[in-house]
């Protein structure tokens, strides 16, 4: 999708501050994060799964740095990362301040973890003078105990409080390079605690639903909250916290942005049919077959496997490419005309034939270069089966003149 043409660019406006290379906020495009599993200290291991994160669709890594030999770590990694490193700062001043020194393009720090105000202030200090941004990462897992209290809970008024006094210790050293979090595993207080932080401040929000867990559920619960957030113009840089291979998060995070429209479309995008009584061949079958064949491409296209020629490519025209079965055949269509026909078993192969020559010589001339016998094939295979099926194939007629006859009769 082109991005101009998403109905949801309007951003909420935000200051902007820069990672590394990457700029978060400010009408920036949304960036995507995701955290490595590996133990910092273990630097080629560490490297490697940056490398697949950022293939996946990252553009800023955090690594933790709990420990010195994690410090040691980062300071090899920083240098040979394709991405921007975030170093996430548990409990301990001396991490901070030895990411800094490893040259870190960003640090998180959870108040709840580091308290102490002279502390925080320190590392702030150390910060602006490198010119490293700081995300404030408010966690309702971890809220700083007197808020809790004080709030009765882990409200989202409390998520927003926290940051608020941060930022205030922030301001005491000057110290203004900062986005925020305010991350809860519920995925109703998230959404109510980043529209209040959005009301609140105009610093950059990195959204998030914390702890959401193992896939399914955890995509769900996270692509409730940071869509919803999203579609109202709030967020800048944003998360997905599975228990999975940080890879999945990376590209759940990708594939939203592209969903929405807020970023290119840098990959495959697969639609399919849902199949239904007309479908011709198994729909689940061959689009994961063509998924897995067509992601190995890396294109930028949007490739569609539709059950049936009767209705599938027209339902799918908007699809660069697709193909719809009928009468053990396949029919290939660009832009919803008929280019080839092929026997049922090429379909996938065929597809996968169309995207390469598609992405080198463009559509128009592969509609150009189409099979000029194919379209009349085509409409001969629609004809029989509809001969066969009737148009009613889903027996939707048959059921409306029931509920319209119950309805007479009651
Ligand atoms: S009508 Fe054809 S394209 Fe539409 S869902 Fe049914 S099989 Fe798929």
């Not at 966690?139 to 989202?156: D, V």
């Not at 490419?321 to 026909?341: D, M, P, S, T």
């Not at 379909?347 to 992405?359: G, N, P, Q, T």
């Amino acid at each position: 999708m082109d991005v101009t043409a998403s109905p949801l660019t309007q951003r909420r406006p935000t200051r902007q501050i820069v990672v590394g290379t990457v700029k978060v906020g400010g009408g920036a495009p949304i960036s995507v994060q995701s955290m490595t599993t590996t133990k910092t200290a273990d630097v080629d291991g560490t490297l490697q799964q940056i490398y697949a994160l950022a293939a996946a669709g990252a553009d800023i890594v955090r690594c933790t740095c709990n420990e010195r030999a994690a410090a040691e770590g980062l300071a090899q990694i920083v240098p040979r990362s394709p991405v921007p490193i975030i170093a996430d700062i548990h409990f301990h001043v001396e991490m901070a301040l030895a990411a800094l020194e490893a040259g870190v393009q960003g640090l998180r720090l959870n108040p709840g973890n580091l308290r102490k105000p002279e502390e925080i202030k320190l590392v702030a200090s150390e910060a602006r003078d490198r010119g490293v941004p700081i995300r404030i990462g408010v966690n309702a897992g971890s809220l700083h105990p007197e808020i809790y209290e004080r709030f009765g809970g882990a409200t989202p008024e409390a998520l927003v409080e926290s940051a608020r006094l941060e930022l205030a210790y922030f301001d005491e050293v000057d110290f203004h390079d900062v986005k925020i979090s305010v991350k809860a595993s519920s995925v109703a207080t998230m959404i109510a605690a980043y529209r209040l932080a959005s009301a609140t401040f105009d610093y950059p929000l990195h959204l998030g639903v914390t702890e959401a867990g193992p896939l399914p559920g955890g995509l769900i619960k996270g692509t409730a909250g940071i869509a919803t957030l999203l579609a109202e113009g709030i967020g800048d840089t944003l998360r997905y916290s599975l228990t999975a291979d940080p890879v999945e998060e990376a590209r759940a995070g990708r594939q939203l942005l592209e969903a929405l429209g807020l970023r290119e479309r840098r990959g495959l995008d697969l639609i399919a049919c849902p199949s239904c009584g007309r479908a011709e061949v198994d729909v689940i079958r061959v689009a994961t077959e063509a998924q897995a064949a067509l992601s190995a491409l890396d294109l930028p296209i949007q490739v569609a496997v539709m059950g049936c020629v009767v209705n599938g490519p027209g339902e799918a025209r908007h699809a660069d490419l697709g193909i719809a079965a009928g009468k053990h055949r396949g029919h290939l269509f660009i832009q919803g005309e008929i280019v080839r026909v092929v026997p049922e078993a090429d379909m996938v192969e065929a597809l996968v034939d169309e995207a390469k020559k598609i992405a080198a010589e463009g559509v128009t001339a592969r509609l150009a270069a189409r099979d000029r016998s194919a379209a009349a094939e085509a409409a001969a295979d629609r004809a029989l089966l509809l001969d066969d099926q009737g148009t009613d194939v889903n027996h939707a007629g048959e059921r409306i003149e029931r509920i319209r006859r119950r309805a007479d009769r009651a």
